[in-house]
């Protein structure tokens, strides 16, 4: 019989992989009763890793899984949200791009014949725009952080505190229109809050299961917010309360 090991790895790894599970067909999956399913989602909810539902589970949004994890969810939603985002870009800009899997959906749609600065502590984005001929590219170094492959600390910061850019692509955790732009970790807040303090225009491009939710940092407030690009149609009803925050929906 399968262990209570197993199956918790067997749940998790599904669950990244389709973000809402539903308990009858985990027991048929798993070949237990659904009393044992429903104990096994108890545990693990209680320890943080998913959210307990009548009749299954879904993803929480503020799991920190690492960056190959989130590169293999939402991959159309974030291939459209990159194509609406480029929109923003002309030559001769200097942009910002922080670390993320949505953010490297944007550096890799950019077109070759686009001029840019571009500046980033992200290894992934760094590597995608490198061998494009029209992007002059500046990177941050620092301490490495392996989950989401980019770098950290005050080496990383300084080197955004000397530039201003037109344009800052920001990864989103979470995004309330209420409570702000929040995120994990302190680390990673001290640095958007400097790549929003130095540019023009801050775009918050994200999957729409990242509005309404809240994480641990306060990044910025809504309001400051100039674009908010999301999968979405711009009229859908779940972006108007960021629109009455004087966002500009993409």
Do not use: W
Request: hydrophobic share 40%.
């Amino acid at each position: 019989m399968i262990s209570k090991e197993e199956r918790h790895d067997f749940i998790l790894v599904k669950i990244k992989k389709e973000r809402k599970l539903v308990m009858t067909e985990l027991a048929a999956e798993l070949g237990v009763s659904e009393h044992t399913v429903r104990r096994d989602l108890k545990e693990l909810s209680d320890a943080g890793l998913l959210r307990a539902i009548r009749g299954g589970a879904t993803l929480r949004s503020n799991l920190p899984f690492d960056i190959y994890d989130r590169n293999n969810l939402d991959v159309m939603e974030k291939q459209a949200i990159a194509e609406k985002s480029i929109t923003l870009l002309k030559d001769h800009q200097v942009v910002f791009f922080d670390g993320g899997t949505t953010t490297q959906a944007i550096a890799g749609n950019i077109p070759d014949s686009l001029n840019l600065t571009v500046v980033t502590h992200s290894l992934p984005i760094a590597n995608i725009l490198a061998n494009l001929p029209n992007i002059s590219l500046i990177f941050a170094g620092g301490a490495f952080c392996k989950s989401s492959l980019t770098m950290q600390g005050q080496q990383t910061i300084s080197t955004f505190e000397e530039i201003y850019a037109d344009v800052s692509f920001i990864g989103v955790c979470s995004l309330d229109p209420y409570r702000g732009l929040t995120a994990r970790t302190r680390e990673e807040t001290a640095i958007k809050r400097v790549l929003c303090k130095n540019s023009m225009n801050i775009v918050a491009a994200t999957t729409s299961n990242k509005l309404d939710t809240l994480a641990s940092f306060l990044t910025c407030r809504a309001s400051d917010i100039s674009y908010l690009i999301t999968e979405k149609d711009p009229s859908d009803r779940i972006l108007q309360p960021y629109v009455e925050q004087g966002i500009t929906i993409l």
